[in-house]
C-alpha cells in the first residue's frame, strides 16, 4: 500500500496532554502505512503562564515548533503568513487544523483548498459551552462544510458538530486523555489511595484556573454551607489566576482560613498527592469544554462532582459510581451533591475501583488510535 502522510498543527507545546496523545500516535505509526508530522506554532499562551511550566519530556516525538514564547506575542500577520506557507509547502495529503476561531485558521482552511489538500479540525467547544449565536455560528457552519473531518472531545462535542452541519460518520471522538505525572505508576494507584485516605477526613479539592468561568465564587458560597453540616470539611484549592487574591479576601472575610487552603500551582507528585487524599474534586464551571482534571482524579481513585456543563459528563461522571454532575449555576444543587459524594463515596476502595475502571479506556493510546482511525477515514475515502 502507498505511504500517505498527515501534517497536524497545534497551538502550544504547553499542552503536556496533547503531548502524550501524539507520543503515542508516533509509536502507533511504525507499523502504519500513514506517516505523520506534528507542528507545533508556539511554546504557550499568556493566559497559561504561572500555571504550569512547559515540559519538553511529555513530547516523545519529531516535533516542528514555528515560534518561541507566547502565542499572542507573535504578530498576527506573521502568524498568518508563516502558518499559510507552512499548508502551502506541505507535502501531506491531509492537513489537520488546530480550531477554526481565529483568522489565520481560516487562512490554512484556504491554503488547503487552493492545493488540493484533504483537512481535518480539532474541535474542543460543546453546545453548553457557550450560547449559541447566529452571528458566530454561520462561519463555523461554512468552516466545517468545507472540512473533511473532525476531531473532538466526547459526545458533547460530537453533538455541537452535528448542530452545525457535520456528518455523524465524518466525527472522530475522544481524541484526548491525561498527561499523568511520570511518577504515577497505575498499578500502585489503589494502595497509594487507601493510604492517603485512610483518615477518612472530607476534603473536597478544585484544580484549575482561578478565573471567573471556573464558579469558585459559587464553590466557596457552597462550601460554608456544607462545613455547617460537616464542621471537619476542608477544601483545598491548586491553581493560579486572575481572581486570586479576591478569593483569598472572601475567605479571610467569611473565617474560613482555617477550612480552605490555597495551593498555588502544583504540578507532578505534589499533584498526584492531592487527588489521592481528597474525598472528590469539585468542579463547578460555567464553561468547561471537556474538563480534563476529572481524567486526572479519577486516575487516581478519586471521584468527582462537577457542574452539568462539563463537557466529560456523559462518558466519566457516571452518578453514584464516580461523580455527580449538579445543574450549574444552582447554589443548592452543588451543595446537595458535595454532601451526597462524601456520604456515597464513603467506601474508598470500591469508589476508587470503580474510578479507575471507567477512566482505564480514556488513556493515551485510544485517543491516538482514535486520531489513526479518523485520518486512515479521512484518506481512503
Keep these: 500500500m502507498m505511504?500517505?502522510?498527515?501534517?497536524?498543527?497545534?497551538?502550544?507545546?504547553w499542552s503536556r496532554h496533547k503531548g502524550v496523545v501524539f507520543s503515542?500516535?508516533?509509536?502507533?505509526?511504525?507499523?502504519?502505512?500513514?506517516?505523520?508530522?506534528?507542528?507545533?506554532?508556539?511554546?504557550?499562551?499568556?493566559?497559561?503562564l504561572g500555571f504550569s511550566d512547559v515540559d519538553y519530556s511529555y513530547h516523545r516525538y519529531p516535533m516542528t515548533k514555528l515560534f518561541d514564547g507566547c502565542y499572542e506575542d507573535v504578530p498576527g500577520w506573521r502568524m498568518m503568513s508563516r502558518l499559510t506557507m507552512e499548508v502551502l509547502k506541505t507535502k501531506a495529503d491531509l492537513v489537520v487544523l488546530p480550531g477554526y476561531h481565529r483568522p489565520e485558521y481560516w487562512a490554512m482552511l484556504l491554503a488547503c483548498?487552493?492545493?488540493?489538500?484533504?483537512?481535518?479540525?480539532?474541535?474542543?467547544?460543546?453546545?453548553?459551552?457557550?450560547?449559541?449565536?447566529?452571528?458566530?455560528?454561520?462561519?463555523?457552519?461554512?468552516f466545517?462544510?468545507?472540512?473533511?473531518?473532525?476531531?473532538?472531545?466526547?459526545?458533547r462535542s460530537r453533538e455541537y458538530l452535528m448542530s452545525l452541519g457535520a456528518k455523524r460518520e465524518r466525527i472522530f471522538i475522544p481524541c484526548q486523555a491525561a498527561a499523568l505525572p511520570w511518577s504515577f505508576v497505575p498499578e500502585r494507584a489503589l494502595d497509594d489511595?487507601?493510604?492517603?485516605?485512610?483518615?477518612?477526613?472530607?476534603?473536597?479539592?478544585?484544580?484549575g484556573r482561578l478565573s471567573q468561568e471556573k464558579g469558585l465564587d459559587a464553590l466557596l458560597e457552597a462550601f460554608t454551607a456544607v462545613k455547617q453540616q460537616v464542621p471537619e470539611a476542608m477544601l483545598r484549592?491548586?491553581?493560579?489566576?486572575?481572581?486570586?487574591?479576591?478569593?483569598?479576601?472572601?475567605?479571610?472575610?467569611?473565617?474560613?482560613?482555617?477550612?480552605?487552603?490555597?495551593?498555588?500551582?502544583?504540578q507532578?507528585?505534589?499533584?498526584?498527592?492531592?487527588?489521592?487524599?481528597?474525598?472528590?474534586?469539585?468542579?463547578?464551571?460555567?464553561?468547561?469544554?471537556?474538563g480534563l482534571v476529572v481524567n486526572e482524579a479519577l486516575?487516581?481513585?478519586c471521584p468527582a462532582v462537577v457542574s452539568d456543563n462539563c463537557g466529560c459528563v456523559p462518558e466519566l461522571v457516571i452518578d453514584g459510581v464516580t461523580g455527580y454532575a449538579f445543574r450549574s449555576g444552582d447554589l443548592a444543587s452543588l451543595r446537595r451533591t458535595m454532601l451526597s459524594a462524601l456520604e456515597a463515596f464513603a467506601d474508598t476502595r470500591a469508589t476508587a475501583t470503580q474510578c479507575m475502571n471507567v477512566i482505564q479506556r480514556f488513556d493515551p493510546p485510544n485517543a491516538a488510535a482514535n486520531i489513526a482511525r479518523g485520518c486512515a477515514t479521512m484518506l481512503t475515502s
Design 3 to 13: 505511504a500517505n502522510s498527515v501534517t497536524i498543527f497545534h497551538n502550544v507545546v
Design 24 to 48: 503515542a500516535l508516533h509509536s502507533i505509526s511504525a507499523a502504519s502505512p500513514i506517516k505523520y508530522s506534528i507542528v507545533q506554532i508556539s511554546d504557550t499562551e499568556t493566559f497559561r
Design 113 to 142: 483548498i487552493v492545493t488540493g489538500k484533504r483537512r481535518a479540525v480539532f474541535c474542543d467547544s460543546t453546545g453548553r459551552d457557550r450560547p449559541r449565536r447566529m452571528l458566530t455560528s454561520i462561519p463555523k457552519r461554512v
Design 144 to 155: 466545517f462544510s468545507l472540512c473533511d473531518g473532525y476531531f473532538g472531545f466526547g459526545e
Design 193 to 207: 489511595r487507601l493510604m492517603a485516605r485512610a483518615g477518612e477526613k472530607p476534603v473536597f479539592l478544585f484544580v
Design 237 to 266: 484549592i491548586v491553581g493560579t489566576g486572575p481572581l486570586d487574591s479576591g478569593l483569598q479576601q472572601k475567605v479571610a472575610e467569611a473565617g474560613l482560613d482555617d477550612a480552605v487552603s490555597f495551593l498555588g500551582s502544583l
Design 268 to 290: 507532578d507528585e505534589a499533584l498526584s498527592r492531592e487527588y489521592f487524599a481528597a474525598s472528590c474534586l469539585v468542579l463547578p464551571s460555567f464553561s468547561e469544554p471537556w
Design 299 to 301: 486516575n487516581h481513585g
